[in-house]
């Protein structure tokens, strides 16, 4: 299974009811279709990067879908043809997920076994304490 984030931009001057439906169709489309809607994410009304057909602000609404790939295409083409989403985006993400788990896990085992290695401070004190001695030695006269 492929997991896939759909983001799409809804009018501004859609209301919040309406909103609600095409969340609701798009979810619907996409379970019609033999995939799963994992989450539903609305983030509400933001501004625009640049002006869309003459809209400034638009309602932000992210889903992630689990299913093949061949429901998303479907689930494109009904935001394709509906006036009230001005721009929408699909991005898979599984690949992104399982390199982030990857990291997660190596992080765990790093912090459970004690990691030998040393923080950025540590490295620090150390760089300014040679440093130092560098100094010293200098002003006696010797080199190392």
Do not use: C, W
């Not at 919040?16 to 019609?32: G, K, P, R, W, Y």
Request: charged share 40%.
């Amino acid at each position: 299974m492929r997991v896939y984030e759909v983001l799409f931009i809804v009018a501004p001057n859609t209301e919040e009811s309406d909103i609600e439906s095409l969340v609701a169709q798009m979810s619907e489309v996409a379970t019609n279709q033999g995939a799963e809607v994992a989450k539903v994410d609305r983030m509400g009304r933001r501004r625009l990067a640049y002006p869309i057909q003459k809209f400034n602000e638009g309602h932000y609404v992210v889903l992630t879908v689990e299913g093949t790939g061949a429901e998303i295409a479907e689930v494109e083409r009904r935001m394709r043809v509906t006036d009230a989403i001005i721009r929408y985006l699909t991005i898979r993400i599984d690949e992104d997920l399982k390199r982030a788990d990857k990291f997660r896990a190596r992080r765990s085992a790093r912090s459970t076994a004690g990691s030998p290695r040393r923080s950025r401070d540590a490295r620090d004190r150390d760089v300014r304490g040679r440093m130092a001695e560098v100094e010293v030695t200098e002003e006696e006269g010797e080199e190392l």
